[in-house]
């Protein structure tokens, strides 16, 4: 190792360094013709040189998919709930009953339509429940249904009465 020394004793001058050498100078002191091509550059520059913005993009896209296939599912999922179903042509007095309890219940604000909707509460005139679970459901709530203890097991019996009358698969509407 030779170091210089300056004319003061005390000062030690290190040796100097090689410069470093970018990509684009790398380039240029490369034997062979001196114009380069486009790709060589760019080969080079993306061999030496990081892409900054590159990777976020990817990540972006990646995102922007995913919430667009979230928001497709939904929809998909919840398409059969929103319809609403087509009204009975008539009711039986017992589903009148249950229809008039229904609204007046305030059943409507979540189950729209009288039930054949979805809203926030699902379509109930399509509902698998069956009877004892609907009652159970109505007396303690679920979820975010509110419990409607004040009704009588008559008049829940009354609105399920309604709920399967409104179903456009039962044949019976009683």
Known sequence: MSQEFSEKP?????????????????????????ESSEEETEELISEGEPR???????????FVAILILAVVAMLVITSGDVAETPAPASLSQTAAEGKTLFINSNCNSCHPAEGRAGGTG????????????????????????????????DQIGKIITYIRAINPNNPKTS
């Open 10 to 34: 005390s000062e030690i001058i290190p040796p100097a360094s090689p410069p470093k050498v970018g990509a684009r100078e790398e380039l240029a002191l490369k034997p062979g013709p001196t």
């Open 52 to 62: 900054s913005g590159s990777n976020f993009m990817l990540l972006g896209f990646g």
């Open 122 to 153: 699902p379509r109930l005139s399509t509902t698998g429940l069956g009877d004892a679970n609907i009652t159970s459901t109505i007396k303690r709530g679920k979820g975010a249904m509110p419990a409607y203890s004040r009704l009588s097991d």
